[in-house]
């Protein structure tokens, strides 16, 4: 379970130049990249985080995975405050984020192992974990070549095996689809459903993506972000419901867009 309110962040960035001679330096500007972010992602549950570029999902996600810190708001996973007991969080979790930071001179194996022993596995336990998730993510032609050289989808199951290897009870997904072909995409979809099940343990998982089928074919609730705000919450039915739509992509466009005008 992963519980997220009121979550805020903001960044200094560097003022924009100016023409002509001046001796004095521009003050830094002040960029709200989170102003106010709310989600409740229960385990067994697929939770989509939409919204369009620039609206906080990636810094809010990386914020959970305890890359940055808030600075306002509270994040919860499996009743451990991410804030004051990190370490215990993000044990608690699988993260894979848009950098896939694969080790191009390891094997996917490698990869995986060494990942493992990073969260406590011994050498036995994180090999096995890795023959068990390659059998999962129909990847076991690959675990023994250099992810040097590897495709998007190659890539991406193996960072998705690395994120698993220690059988997280909540998995943290940022636009994993990204680059992806149809049949890859297909075997994705198909890993989280399982993972989602009681079969696959139930998990708690956080998709974060900006297309709009998968969302309706893969989630069970969603959370559209704008301008660093949670705008809308609910399944997808009760979304369309809410925006009296029946085209999802137009459903979001008018939660995500409704304090300015429509995009054509």
Same mark, same amino acid.
């Given at each position: 379970?992963?519980?997220?309110?009121?979550?805020?962040?903001?960044?200094?960035?560097?003022?924009?130049?100016?023409?002509?001679?001046?001796?004095?330096?521009?003050?830094?500007?002040?960029?709200?990249?989170?102003?106010?972010?709310?989600?409740?992602?229960?385990?067994?549950?697929?939770?989509? +985080?939409?919204?369009?570029?620039?609206?906080?999902?990636?810094?809010?996600?990386?914020?959970?995975?305890?890359?940055?810190?808030?600075?306002?708001? %509270?994040?919860?996973?499996?009743?451990?405050?991410?804030?004051?007991?990190?370490?215990?969080?993000?044990?608690?979790?699988?993260?894979?984020?848009?950098?896939?930071?694969?080790?191009?001179?390891?094997?996917?194996?490698?990869?995986?192992?060494?990942?493992? #022993?990073?969260?406590?596995?011994?050498?036995?336990?994180?090999?096995? #974990?890795?023959?068990?998730?390659?059998?999962? +993510?129909?990847? %076991?032609?690959? +675990?023994?070549?250099?992810?040097?050289?590897?495709?998007?989808?190659?890539?991406?199951?193996?960072? +998705?095996?690395?994120?698993?290897?220690?059988?997280?009870?909540?998995?943290?997904?940022?636009?994993?689809?990204?680059?992806?072909?149809?049949?890859?995409?297909?075997?994705?979809?198909?890993?989280?459903?399982?993972?989602?099940?009681?079969?696959?343990?139930?998990?708690?998982?956080?998709?974060?993506?900006?297309?709009?089928?998968?969302?309706?074919?893969?989630?069970?609730?969603?959370?559209?972000?704008?301008?660093?705000?949670?705008?809308?919450?609910?399944?997808?039915?009760?979304?369309?419901?809410?925006?009296?739509?029946?085209?999802?992509?137009?459903?979001?466009?008018?939660?995500?867009?409704?304090?300015?005008?429509?995009?054509?």
């Amino acid at each position: 379970m992963i519980h997220i309110e009121h979550l805020a962040k903001q960044f200094s960035a560097p003022a924009a130049g100016h023409k002509g001679l001046s001796f004095k330096r521009a003050a830094p500007r002040i960029v709200q990249a989170v102003r106010d972010v709310n989600l409740h992602a229960p385990d067994g549950h697929i939770t989509g +985080l939409l919204g369009p570029n620039g609206a906080g999902k990636t810094t809010t996600l990386r914020m959970l995975a305890g890359l940055i810190a808030p600075d306002a708001g %509270r994040m919860v996973v499996d009743d451990i405050d991410v804030a004051t007991d990190t370490r215990k969080a993000l044990a608690r979790m699988g993260v894979l984020s848009d950098a896939r930071g694969l080790y191009p001179r390891l094997s996917a194996r490698e990869n995986i192992v060494y990942y493992g #022993r990073l969260h406590g596995l011994s050498a036995d336990a994180a090999n096995a #974990r890795a023959e068990s998730l390659a059998r999962m +993510l129909d990847m %076991r032609p690959l +675990l023994d070549r250099r992810t040097d050289g590897f495709s998007q989808g190659e890539r991406m199951k193996t960072a +998705l095996a690395r994120a698993l290897v220690h059988d997280p009870a909540n998995i943290i997904l940022d636009e994993p689809t990204n680059g992806l072909d149809v049949l890859a995409t297909r075997a994705l979809r198909d890993s989280l459903r399982w993972l989602r099940s009681t079969e696959g343990g139930a998990k708690c998982i956080v998709f974060s993506t900006h297309i709009m089928q998968e969302v309706e074919r893969l989630c069970d609730s969603v959370v559209v972000v704008a301008h660093g705000r949670t705008v809308a919450t609910g399944s997808v039915l009760e979304l369309l419901t809410q925006t009296d739509e029946q085209d999802f992509e137009e459903a979001f466009v008018k939660l995500a867009f409704a304090d300015e005008e429509t995009p054509a």
